[in-house]
Each structure stands twice: as structure tokens, then as C-alpha cells.
């Protein structure tokens, strides 16, 4: 199919399409080298101090650091109770399964506004005082579809008949699920951890909502955009982001490589 | 090496299997006995219920009605990791995350049998494969991959081996290969193998006896040779070979043999071969048991003759040429002539008789589908 | 849907649901229970609340429960501007997106197929902004076309933009910051959907006579459309509940306010609870009313 102005128009596009979706990042990688005072407004030259002493600015890793930890546990709670539900879908007959599916999209289309100020009014209305935990809940309560919604394409793609043949060999069905079924649904369940994690980092509204004094990352940034956000900031942004580019290219440059060892073999 | 693997096979029982799913039911009153040690063979078109059967051997599904038993046992409530059953899938089921080796140790381990490495070795040269040990399963051809399935369930020295149309995937070279080959190990081994296949040339090949199912059900069990020679039912008349079909009412009945007449043709089947002998009753033979000639063959007690027909196509397929020769009021009948080299000289439009031994007639035990029953 | 592009190698579903049994409860429940405690109870404390009246005998901004439905009416009075502006701001930025995101989406989903790699880190440039913090890249945004900034000073030099016009705190910028914010939203979906399109289906198009623009208009267009909806409902959705690209801090100014800086300006700042839940319950209907169409048209499955 061609476009009447000739085959690169297409491609074309699609550079310009990245480059524009890539501003913004280079923008803040740019300004994290900026030798700022007080704020990251105009440039005063480069320096790579920002990078080498990145803690030393107030309260930056505090937060980094409760982000880290809030990401962790979320996505540890949020992935077990999600790869749960993607096998059930998947493998087993149920009569409610359309109000499942509606239980599990809801979240993903609720604006967090409303996932935020409910989950608030919740916890006042029950006398919890909020803090990190509560942080910890709200995010396990919205990453958990999209959980569900990764393992499950993986689930879909695996053959029942493999774990046919494991029950047929004698494996119990706990057996089966270690030896077979997990080991085979490790790329998707990891792929769901690394989506929670993320989602859970970059999480602010319901975050603001929810959480009583603690700072996380987003929330510092966030409190500090009224007077100016420092370039620790854009340094904390930068290495995250480096962190998570690597470790999805090294998965599919992984991938590749593993496809083209497994040439066939007679 | 075949005397490691001296578990002999068991025999196999089902009784009264019915087998609902939401919406049909695939079984209904199935009863079949498979002797221990014999190559057992399941036929049937797609959805008549044989790869069901299978898996309620195996234990992958549980009948609604009925009873299974193993060696004896009743195995019905029984899980399949505890069951003495080993399944060949159709797909291969390797797991794609061990190695070959792994693969076949898989059911060893599970059992916690001493050794699983060198008992799954030996198994893998039971199969010519041990070179490919420490390989991936996707790494292998179709072939291979079969013949470690077929090592990884061997191996266990189950009571009852099943097989689930493993050949469904191979060319046609190595299908004719691996028939040869499983049915030597079997032979060697000595277990009991249950082989489910739509492939009737397969099933004839390779099994000491045939059931032929169809809906749910088994139309007719027996040697391969003798379903061939003698059907009961239209349908294993048709599923097994080729069949021309003549209907019509008994007529007359002597000491040995039942007539009908058709078109003004005696046709008579013995009454050993018939499994009615009176009523309307259908009257088949096969395609290579006849011959054709341009005049009209004299009377004979021992020959039926049908005619005048009138070749309307001729096929040639190379092993033969298959004559579709159309004759008015009994339809178009199909006659195999084996190529020997020179055909008869014949054309299409020429008038035919077509003629063959009583001996060869068989009579079905039902009508067509679109003939009222007397 | 969208998300499964993320997480599985390009094989489709094979496998149907076969097995029933008391493993499904055990399987479903912990889950299904965490999200009713903490989804569903929560939309409900939302209805609770949003009908509660000030409490008489209490201090500043302390409620009792009640059934006060004229909070509702007080909210649509007093927000109606703020409510229309969302939805008038999420469909500009959702066509926006949209029309952004198809061709990138088809050049991946289509055009790339014979390089699955190159697929694949395409798809990742797609998604990396999203590994950087959506504030700190909303903010980059605004200190590029901030007040002094060189694009804003040069576009004042060329006349296109008087000179205390600016470009900060207008419709224009938040409206751009939304659909730069969701653009990987609406990719994903539409890429899902045109990397299961069948080529075939063009070429017997050309191959009956269709030009290139009737080929997209009558095959690509209406096979794409599942992904057109997804991705629709995924990105309309989330811009209309958004406070961040239309803050004063961020991209907006007060006269951009949308109903997400209502709630929550209600919610943290004035502490007027049942204002801020009468409006998130109100938005939550629009979303479910959008929701029910889609769900009565295609049913639940394709949701997941």
C-alpha cells in the first residue's frame, strides 16, 4: 500500500514520530548535566555534578528510595494475585466469567482521580492513617489488571497439552505447575513485574491521594515543579529511565539470540 | 534391551462408557476389551469420540457413566499421574524448556526411580536418538521429536501405551518409516498399545485388531483383515476401502445362500456372510473383486452379474485404472483393474457387464442412510 | 489488548478454558477479593460520601452521612464549565492522538513485519517515554515553550504569536501535553490490531480494482477498528480524569481547569468531600455508560 507521495513518506513519518516522542527525555537528560542553583530553568553550563552527588540535594533519594521499596512490594503482591487470575482465565471453564473480565478492566479505564479520591475517602472512613502502606495498597489494587492482562497472553500462547503430558508422567498437579507450567510462563510473568514496577514508580494522583507525608519520587517532583525541580531530579528521571531501556533491549536483543541459536538440527 | 523393558502389558477394559460434554455427548455405550500384549488400533473419522476414548484411558477426562479397568483394576476414579498409562500426544508435547534427555528422565524422576539418566539413555537408543541427547526439542525434525515422545513414554514401562494419531504430522516417507518401526518396538517390547488414527491404511498395517467408531460408539472390532473382507455396517463398508452397494429385498434363500433381486439381476451372498437373511438387505463388494467384460457373461451359480453399464469415467492412479462404470436403476459402481502392464482396451461409452464371486459379496447389517427400511 | 503486545512473543491464543473445579475459586478469589475491597468498596464510599451533608454540630469540613442529592445538582451548577472543557479536551487530544498514532502504528504493525527485531525496539521507542516520569517530561515540555524560552521568543519574533501572547497556560498546550502524555496508549492497541491484519485482504482489494486510499478506507480501516476503540476508550478515558497536563504548575493556568483539578482541589485543598465525590461519581458514570456500549456491541472478552 502506497501513499501517493512515494514509499518514504511512511518511514519518514515514523523517524519524525520518535523524535518528537524522544524530546522530552533528551530535554531533561540535557538539563540534568546543568550546572544549577536553585532551579533548572536556564542553562549555566555543564557539569557532572549532579550525577556524582545526586543525594546530596534534600530529600531526593529519600524519596527515590521509597519508591523503590513501594515498587517492589506492590509488585510482588500485584503479580502473584494477577498470574492467578491469568491462569484461571485461561485454562478454566466458570459461569461469571464476563463479570471477571468486567471486575478486572474497570480499574484499567477508572481515571485515577477517581481510583485516588475513593480509595481515600475508604481509608478515612475506616480510621487507617495513611503512610506508606496505604501507598502500597492502592498500588497493588491498580497494577494488578494489567498483570492479568500480560500473563495472559502468555498463558494463552502455551500448549495444554504440555501439561497434559506432565500429569500423564506421573506429576501431581503441583508438580506440574513448578516443573512445567511456571518455568514456561516466566517470560510473561516477568514481563507483567517489570509493567507493575513501572507503573508503580511513575504512579503519582492516586500516590497524592493516598499517602500521609511520605515523598516518593513523583510526589517530590511534583511539590517541587511550584518553585523549581532541581537537576537531581532530572538525574534520579535519567537513570531510571537508562535502567529500564537496557533491561528491555537486553530482553528482546536476548530473545533474538536465543531464536537464532536454536537453528534446526538433524 | 528389550528384556529391561519386561513389564508386560496389561489388558484394558471399558464398560458402558458414556462421556457427556456441555452441549453433546461424544460416548454413548461403549464397551471394548483390549487384550494385553496386542497392537490395538482405534479408526474413525474426525468427532466420532476415538481421541476421547483415549483420554479417558489416560485420565485426562472422566466418564459420565461407566467403568474403566486396567490389568483388572478399576481405574476410573484414579488420577492420571497415578495411572500405569503412557500418552504419545499428537502434537509431541516435548517440553521445550528441557533438553531431549530431561524430557524422556521427566516420568523417571516423577516416580522417583532410581538412575532416571542412564534408564532414559538407554531409552533414547532404543529409538537411534542418544546423539541428540543434550539437545532442545525445537532443534529437532517432526520425526525426531516423535521418537522421543514415543522414548519419553516407553520408558516407564507403562501397562498400556496410547497414541494419539502420532503419525498425523509426518510426510509420507516417514509416516511409511515409523509405522515399521513402532510396530517392531512393540513387538519387541511386548506391551499393550492403543493407537488412535483416522488413517485407515495405518490402522490396517500396523494392528493385530481394528475398532472402527463412529459417533460415539464402535461400529465393528476384529483383525484388519477381516473387517476388510467382511463389514457389518455401511459405514465400516465405507470408512475401510472402497464399497459398491446394492439394495434390495431377499427374494429367495437356499441352504447356503440369501438372493435379492435388483433391476432384474440375481445378486446372492452366502449366508456366512450376511447379517440378515431376510428383509431389505445391502449387498456389497469391493471395487478390486470385480471385473467387467463387453458381452454378457453366461448364467452361474457362483458369479453375480449386473449390467448393461456404461463406462462414464476412467482414473488412471498408476498402481491401477478405476473404471466409474454407471448402470441404469443401481447407480454409478466403481471397478479396480490392477495396472499389469497393458490396460484393456476400452474406452469411455463403452457398454460393460459387471461381474464377480459370490464368495466376495458381503451383506451389511443396515440400509444407507437415504433408504427406508422395508 | 494492548498491554499483551508488551508482555508475549507475537503468537495468538491457542488454548480455550477446557477445565472446571474448585482450583478456579482459589485461583480467582484472592485476587478478585483484593479488588473488591479496594476497588468496588471504595466506588461505593465514593456514592457514600458524595451525599453526605456538612455536620452541624462538627468543625470545618467534617460530614455526616445523608442523602443529599442536591449535591449533585450543586456540582453540575457550580463545575458545568470545568466538566465540558474535560470532555471537549479529551476528544481534541484523543483525535489528536489518534491521528498520530495510526500511521506509526500501521509502519510497525505492517510495514515492519518482515523485521520482527526492529519490531520490537520500535515498539520500545514507542514506550520509552513512559520509563521516564510523566511529570518530569510534562515539565519539559513547559519549560520549552515557557514564557522565555527560545521557541516562544522566536515564534513572538516572526509575528506569529503577539508579543504577550503566550504559548503556557492556553487550550493549545494543555491540549498538546494530553496527547503527548497518551500517545503510546492509543499506539499500542492500534498496533496490536493492525499486526493481526491480514495482508491478503489488501492485496485481494488492489487485486479487485480498489486504489490505494480506497484499499485503506473500505479494508485497512474497518479491520483496524477494534484497535481503534481500544485504544479510544484507553486513552479517552484517562485524559478526562487528568489534573497534572492542565495544572497551573504544570502546562495549564486556572482558566484550563478540568474536572480532575476540581476534584482534587476540592478533595485536598478545600477539603470539600462530598463535592469531590459527587463529581467523581459522576465521571465514573460517563466512563461506564462509554464502557456498556462498547461491552454490548463486543462482549467482555476482548476487554482483557
Redesign the interface.
Given at each position: 500500500?502506497?501513499?501517493?507521495l512515494g514509499k518514504f513518506t511512511?518511514?519518514l513519518?515514523?523517524v519524525l514520530?520518535?523524535i518528537?516522542?524522544?524530546?522530552?527525555?533528551v530535554?531533561?537528560f540535557v538539563?540534568s548535566f546543568n550546572n544549577s542553583l536553585k532551579t533548572n530553568?536556564i542553562w549555566r553550563g555543564f557539569t557532572f555534578d549532579k550525577w556524582t552527588n545526586v543525594c546530596q540535594r534534600e530529600g531526593v533519594c529519600q524519596a527515590f528510595g521509597n519508591s523503590v521499596f513501594i515498587g517492589i512490594i506492590s509488585t510482588i503482591f500485584a503479580t502473584g494475585?494477577?498470574t492467578?487470575?491469568a491462569?484461571?482465565?485461561?485454562?478454566?471453564?466458570?459461569k461469571f466469567?464476563?463479570s471477571?473480565?468486567?471486575?478486572?478492566?474497570?480499574?484499567?479505564?477508572?481515571?485515577?482521580?477517581?481510583?485516588g479520591?475513593?480509595?481515600?475517602?475508604?481509608f478515612f472512613?475506616l480510621g487507617v492513617q495513611k503512610g506508606i502502606w496505604t501507598i502500597i495498597?492502592?498500588h497493588?489494587?491498580f497494577c494488578?489488571?494489567?498483570v492479568?492482562?500480560?500473563?495472559?497472553?502468555?498463558?494463552?500462547?502455551?500448549?495444554?497439552a504440555l501439561e497434559e503430558a506432565g500429569r500423564d508422567l506421573y506429576a501431581n498437579?503441583t508438580q506440574v505447575f513448578w516443573k512445567i507450567t511456571f518455568p514456561l510462563l516466566l517470560?510473561?510473568i516477568a514481563?507483567?513485574a517489570l509493567?507493575s514496577f513501572?507503573l508503580s514508580f511513575?504512579d503519582?494522583?492516586i500516590t497524592?491521594?493516598n499517602a500521609g507525608s511520605d515523598m516518593t519520587?513523583?510526589r517530590y517532583?511534583?511539590t517541587a515543579?511550584?518553585r523549581g525541580?532541581p537537576a537531581e531530579?532530572?538525574v534520579i528521571?535519567?537513570a531510571?529511565?537508562a535502567l529500564?531501556?537496557l533491561i528491555?533491549?537486553a530482553t528482546?536483543?536476548n530473545?533474538?539470540v536465543k531464536r537464532r541459536k536454536l537453528a534446526k538440527v538433524h | 534391551m528389550a528384556k529391561e523393558f519386561v513389564a508386560r502389558g496389561a489388558d484394558l477394559e471399558l464398560k458402558q462408557i458414556r462421556k457427556e460434554f456441555p452441549g453433546f455427548t461424544a460416548i454413548d455405550n461403549l464397551d471394548l476389551h483390549v487384550p494385553a500384549g496386542e497392537f490395538f488400533a482405534l479408526l474413525g473419522p474426525s468427532g466420532c469420540g476415538k481421541t476421547t476414548t483415549l483420554r479417558l484411558v489416560a485420565g485426562l477426562e472422566s466418564p459420565t457413566k461407566g467403568q474403566i479397568f486396567i490389568g483388572g483394576k478399576d481405574v476410573t476414579a484414579t488420577k492420571p499421574h497415578e495411572r500405569p498409562v503412557n500418552t504419545v500426544f499428537q502434537s509431541y508435547a516435548l517440553f521445550p524448556h528441557m533438553t531431549v534427555l530431561e524430557n524422556v528422565a521427566f516420568g523417571l524422576r516423577q516416580r522417583k526411580v532410581a538412575d532416571p539418566l542412564a534408564k532414559a539413555k538407554d531409552a533414547l537408543n532404543l529409538v537411534q536418538l542418544s546423539h541428540l541427547a543434550d539437545r532442545k526439542p525445537q532443534q529437532l525434525s517432526g520425526g525426531q521429536q516423535q521418537r522421543v515422545a514415543l522414548a519419553r513414554a516407553l520408558v516407564n514401562r507403562p501397562s498400556l501405551l496410547l497414541l494419539d494419531e502420532p503419525l498425523g504430522a509426518l510426510d509420507l516417507k516417514l509416516r511409511r518409516e515409523m509405522q515399521i518401526e513402532l510396530k517392531a518396538i512393540q513387538m519387541e517390547v511386548g506391551l499393550t498399545f492403543l493407537h488412535v488414527t483416522h488413517d485407515q491404511e495405518e490402522a490396517m498395517d500396523m494392528a493385530d485388531t481394528v475398532a472402527v467408531m463412529n459417533l460415539g460408539h464402535i461400529e465393528q472390532m476384529g483383525a484388519p483383515e477381516t473387517l476388510y473382507d467382511r463389514p457389518k455396517t455401511v459405514f465400516v463398508s465405507k470408512f475401510l476401502g472402497q464399497s459398491n452397494l446394492l439394495i434390495g429385498d431377499v427374494t429367495s434363500t437356499s441352504a447356503n445362500s440369501i438372493s435379492i433381486d435388483v433391476a432384474g439381476n440375481k445378486i446372492s451372498v452366502p449366508k456366512a456372510r450376511a447379517e440378515k437373511h431376510n428383509g431389505k438387505i445391502a449387498i456389497g463388494f469391493r471395487p478390486e473383486k470385480a471385473t467387467f467384460q463387453t458381452k454378457k457373461p453366461a448364467a452361474s451359480a457362483d458369479t453375480n452379474v449386473i449390467g448393461a453399464g456404461e463406462i462414464i469415467d476412467i482414473r488412471f492412479t498408476g498402481v491401477s485404472n478405476q473404471y466409474l462404470i454407471e448402470v441404469p436403476e443401481l447407480g454409478n459402481i466403481t471397478v479396480f483393474a490392477q495396472n499389469m502392464g497393458k490396460s484393456p482396451f476400452i474406452e469411455v461409452g463403452a457398454k460393460v457387464w459387471i461381474s464377480w464371486s459370490v464368495e466376495n459379496s458381503f451383506g451389511l447389517a443396515d440400509l444407507p442412510a437415504n433408504i427406508e427400511e422395508a | 489488548?494492548a498491554?499483551?503486545a508488551?508482555?508475549?512473543?507475537n503468537?495468538?491464543?491457542?488454548?480455550k478454558?477446557?477445565?472446571?473445579?474448585k482450583?478456579?475459586i482459589a485461583?480467582?478469589a484472592?485476587?478478585?477479593a483484593?479488588?473488591?475491597a479496594?476497588?468496588?468498596?471504595?466506588?461505593f464510599?465514593?456514592i457514600m460520601?458524595s451525599l453526605e451533608v456538612p455536620d452541624p454540630n462538627g468543625g470545618y469540613a467534617t460530614y455526616v452521612p445523608g442523602f443529599e442529592f442536591g449535591n449533585y445538582a450543586y456540582v453540575i451548577q457550580e463545575y458545568l464549565p470545568h466538566i465540558l472543557r474535560s470532555f471537549g479536551y479529551a476528544l481534541a487530544a484523543t483525535v489528536l492522538a489518534l491521528v498520530?498514532s495510526y500511521?506509526?502504528a500501521?509502519?510497525?504493525g505492517?510495514?515492519a513485519r518482515s523485521w520482527?527485531?526492529m519490531q520490537?525496539?520500535?515498539l520500545?521507542?514507542?514506550i520509552?517515554?513512559?520509563?521516564?516520569?510523566?511529570?518530569?517530561?510534562?515539565?519539559?515540555?513547559k519549560?520549552?515553550f515557557?514564557n522565555e524560552s527560545w521557541i516562544v521568543t522566536t515564534l513572538q519574533d516572526l509575528g506569529l504569536l503577539g508579543q504577550t501572547q503566550y504559548v503556557v497556560g492556553t487550550p493549545f498546550m494543555v491540549i498538546f501535553g494530553l496527547t503527548?502524555n497518551f500517545?503510546p496508549f492509543m499506539t499500542l492497541p492500534l498496533y496490536t490490531s493492525l499486526e493481526r491484519l491480514d495482508i491478503r485482504y489488501?492485496e485481494a482489494g488492489s487485486d479487485l480494482y480498489a486504489s490505494?486510499s480506497k484499499?485503506?478506507r473500505k479494508i485497512?480501516l474497518p479491520l483496524s477498528m477494534p484497535g481503534i476503540i481500544s485504544g479510544t476508550?484507553?486513552t479517552f478515558?484517562?485524559i478526562?480524569?487528568?489534573?497534572?497536563n492542565a495544572s497551573g504548575?504544570?502546562l495549564g493556568s486556572s482558566s484550563t481547569s478540568m474536572?480532575?483539578n476540581v476534584?482534587?482541589s476540592n478533595?485536598?485543598q478545600i477539603n470539600d468531600?462530598p463535592s469531590?465525590?459527587a463529581l467523581?461519581v459522576l465521571?465514573?458514570g460517563v466512563?461506564l455508560v462509554l464502557?456498556s456500549v462498547y461491552?454490548k456491541k463486543s462482549?467482555?472478552?476482548d476487554?482483557?
Open positions: 500500500m502506497r501513499f501517493s511512511l518511514p513519518y515514523a514520530a520518535f518528537y516522542l524522544l524530546i522530552p527525555i530535554y531533561t538539563f530553568l494475585l494477577g492467578m487470575i491462569i484461571a482465565l485461561v485454562r478454566y471453564r466458570f466469567r464476563s471477571v473480565n468486567l471486575l478486572l478492566f474497570l480499574p484499567m479505564a477508572t481515571p485515577e482521580v477517581v481510583l479520591a475513593g480509595l481515600a475517602s475508604q472512613n495498597i492502592a497493588i489494587m494488578l489488571s494489567f492479568v492482562v500480560t500473563v495472559k497472553a502468555r498463558v494463552a500462547s502455551l500448549d495444554p498437579p517470560p510473561g514481563s507483567a509493567l513501572a511513575d503519582f494522583i497524592n491521594f519520587f513523583p517532583v511534583y515543579a511550584a525541580v531530579a532530572n528521571g535519567c531510571v529511565f529500564a531501556i528491555v533491549l528482546q536483543i530473545g533474538e | - | 489488548m498491554f499483551a508488551f508482555g508475549s512473543a503468537a495468538p491464543a491457542t488454548s478454558p477446557t477445565r472446571s473445579g482450583v478456579v485461583l480467582l484472592p485476587g478478585l483484593y479488588l473488591g479496594f476497588f468496588l468498596t471504595p466506588l464510599a465514593l460520601v498520530i500511521p506509526l500501521y509502519f510497525i505492517v510495514k520482527p527485531l520490537k525496539l520500535m520500545t521507542l514507542v520509552a517515554p513512559f520509563f521516564i516520569s510523566f511529570l518530569l517530561r510534562t515539565l519539559a515540555w519549560q520549552m515557557s503527548y500517545i489488501l490505494p484499499v485503506f485497512t476508550l484507553l478515558i484517562p478526562a480524569g487528568d489534573y497534572i504548575d504544570f474536572i480532575g476534584i482534587e478533595y485536598l468531600y469531590a465525590s467523581s465521571l465514573m466512563i464502557v461491552v462482549g467482555t472478552e476487554l482483557l
